[in-house]
């Protein structure tokens, strides 16, 4: 396995192609993009697994939101989240603008209206999820610093 490192983070493509290995491992969604960010969030990777495992299928297989939006909107609140209450709206717009480019890509954030787009086929359409939650975290989060 060959990860591009640059200062400590690893470059957008490794990380977007990590995160679609880890998938086709068996990791759910949520799990693949929590892992990939383990470097700039500071969790270790099982914390990282355990925190994604219950997402996975649009929350444990029932279809609801799509396990890639909830590891994007996991990492957003590591990477940006708010503690104080002052800062309550500016991180509810980020997650705001998160979630309507994913949805400008895909037209839902809900696993059954993804799934039931590409029942042919599944693992490619949940890696396009993966993908863009993996660029939309880049570019939203990492490439503004």
Known sequence: MIKIILWGR??????KEEAVKLFKQGYNCAQAVLL??????GLDKETSLKLGSS???GLGRLGEVCG????????????????EQKDKEAHYQLVLT???NFMTEHDTLLCRDLLAKGMAGKKS?????????VELVEELLLEKG
């Open 36 to 41: 990939v960010f383990r470097d700039v969030t």
């Open 10 to 15: 690893m470059l957008q493509m490794a990380r």
């Open 98 to 100: 998160l979630v309507n």
């Open 125 to 133: 359409l949940c890696t396009q999820a993966i993908t863009t939650a």
């Open 55 to 57: 997402f996975g299928g």
């Open 68 to 83: 890639a939006v909830s590891g994007m909107l996991m990492v957003a609140g590591l990477l940006a989240g708010y503690t």
